[in-house]
């Protein structure tokens, strides 16, 4: 199965933490599935680092680097359908790194691995329990 990772879910998995629940990080470790990272994630934590908002200990670009190909990640990169397509959601999420992550959900038919249960309202299959 391919897998999309929300920012956090990425995050805590790198860092083994405990807000991970068990059948995600069972999903991520499964070496059987496809996991792959959006370049917005990168984005997101390159910006949240560079504000001092997250702490790698390293530079975002060192880090991800080495965890991606460490971890086998696939990056998705970011096409003109999925930013375009951003502009037809609804509102209910004001994220802007959450909403781009819906939309390349949806249009590349990816479940995605998320504790945010608002990206429910959108149809997105979202895999956390």
Known sequence: MNLLLDTHVLLWFLD???????????????GANRKLVSVATCWEVAIKTGLKKLDLGEPAATFLSRELAANGFDLLRIELAHVTFVETLPPHHKDPFDRL??????????????????????????LWK
């Open 16 to 30: 083994d933490a405990p807000q991970l629940v068990p059948t995600a990080k069972a999903l991520i470790e499964d």
């Open 101 to 126: 992550l819906v939309a390349q959900a949806l249009i590349e038919l990816l479940p995605l691995v998320s504790a945010d249960a608002i990206l429910d309202q959108y149809g997105v299959t979202r």
